[in-house]
C-alpha cells in the first residue's frame, strides 16, 4: 500500500508564490517518476510538471520559466515551487507517483488526493 501526502496549497494574489510537497510512503522499492497534475473546473486533468529518478523534468508549455520541479529521493517527495502566479493557474493539484512497490513487481501509478490553489485577488 502506498500513501502521497500533499500539502502547501491555498489562497494567493496574482503574481504570488506557492510551494506544494508531495511525500510517498508505504511500501516502495524504487520510483520512476513523482509529478504534478491539475484540474480546472470543467475541464480534463492535465500534466503540469514532471522529473524522473534520475533528475529529467518536464513541464507544461503553460508553466515554464514559472514552476519548478524538485525532488528529494531520500525522503520520496516531490516539491513544486510555483512563482509568478496568475489566475489561469486555478486549480485542484494532484501529486502522481509512478514506482514498483518491490523487486518483483510491475510498475504502478498512484495519486494523491488533491490540494486546491486559488489565485485571486
Known amino acids: 500500500q502506498v500513501q502521497l501526502v500533499e500539502s502547501g496549497g491555498g489562497l494567493v494574489q496574482p503574481g504570488g508564490s506557492l510551494r506544494l510537497s508531495c511525500a510517498a510512503s508505504g511500501t516502495i522499492f524504487s520510483i520512476n517518476y513523482m509529478g504534478w497534475y491539475r484540474q480546472a473546473p470543467g475541464k480534463q486533468r492535465d500534466l503540469v510538471a514532471l522529473i524522473t529518478s534520475g533528475g529529467s523534468t518536464n513541464y507544461a508549455d503553460s508553466v515554464k520559466g514559472r514552476f519548478t520541479i524538485s525532488r528529494d529521493n531520500a525522503k520520496n517527495t516531490v516539491y513544486l515551487q510555483m512563482n509568478s502566479l496568475k489566475p489561469e493557474d486555478t486549480a485542484v493539484y494532484y501529486c502522481?507517483?509512478?514506482?514498483?512497490?518491490?523487486?518483483?513487481?510491475?510498475?504502478?501509478?498512484?495519486w494523491g488526493q488533491g490540494t486546491q490553489v486559488t489565485v485571486s485577488s
Open positions: 502522481k507517483t509512478q514506482l514498483k512497490p518491490s523487486v518483483v513487481a510491475g510498475l504502478y501509478n498512484y
